[in-house]
């Protein structure tokens, strides 16, 4: 099974681009990449996802490289509510069954 | 919008306690997921379904059980509550492309 590594901290001003990078190195073929943000006693929430290259929606951009074992998500511009842990996930395939890896999760203090 | 609802956001139970967690999605997902996450240990998955009456083994299943009579239901049952089963609990649903949707998470504490 792929594993995925992500720093476990990061601070970062407000107003600032924030990019934070994960390490897949044995994603297959027909994984997607997926981020999740998550406050302190909250279910984690769907930021983004992306197969390939890039993928931008309304809160952030998530950049893919070529060969896929890594995927970088960008926040522009964060304010203090975006403090918050960031996890990036892999789907994967382990003889047939669905199986979901989290990463160990980042955790974004924005301040002011 | 997808709607993932747990019963309970916080429960306390005593030590040998049958407990049941329930989960309940609304956009007729096949996938779903129950996971616990403590302090530096992140996500950790217990089990999972892709479709009723079937169940897969997690990471960490021992412990614990489930149930799934009905697609929109997954539910964890703890036979006998223990001190180290205290814990946030998360239930999730999956779409095709594996965007998965959270419900708000039971706080379960084991006296």
């Known amino acids: 099974l792929a594993k995925t590594t992500q720093p476990i901290s990061m601070d970062s001003y407000e107003g600032q681009e924030v990019n934070i990078t994960c390490s897949h190195n044995?994603?297959?073929?027909?994984?997607?990449i997926t981020w999740y943000q998550q406050f302190p006693s909250q279910g984690p929430r769907f930021i983004i996802q992306?197969?390939?290259t890039k993928v931008t929606n309304e809160v952030a951009s998530l950049f893919i490289p070529a060969d896929r074992k890594s995927s970088t998500l960008s926040l522009p511009r964060v304010s203090l509510s975006d403090t918050a842990v960031y996890y990036c996930l892999v789907g994967e395939w382990d003889t047939g069954r669905r199986a979901l890896t989290f990463g160990s999760g980042t955790r974004l203090q924005v301040q002011p | 919008d997808v709607k993932v609802t747990q019963s309970s956001r916080y429960l306390v139970k005593r030590t040998g306690e049958k407990v049941f967690l329930e989960c309940v999605q609304d956009m007729d997902h096949e996938n779903m997921f129950w996971y616990r996450q403590d302090p530096g240990l992140g996500l950790r998955l217990i089990y999972f379904?892709?479709?009723?009456?079937?169940?897969e083994k997690g990471d960490i299943p021992e412990g614990y059980s489930v149930s799934r009579e009905k697609k929109e239901r997954f539910s964890l049952i703890l036979e006998s509550a223990s001190t180290n089963q205290t814990s946030m609990y998360l239930c999730?649903?999956?779409?095709?492309?594996?965007?998965?949707?959270f419900g708000p998470g039971t706080r379960l504490l084991v006296l």
């Open positions: 992306g197969y390939k």
């Open positions: 999730a649903s999956t779409t095709v492309q594996e965007t998965q949707y």
């Open positions: 379904s892709y479709d009723v009456k079937m169940k």
């Open positions: 044995n994603i297959a073929t027909n994984d997607y």
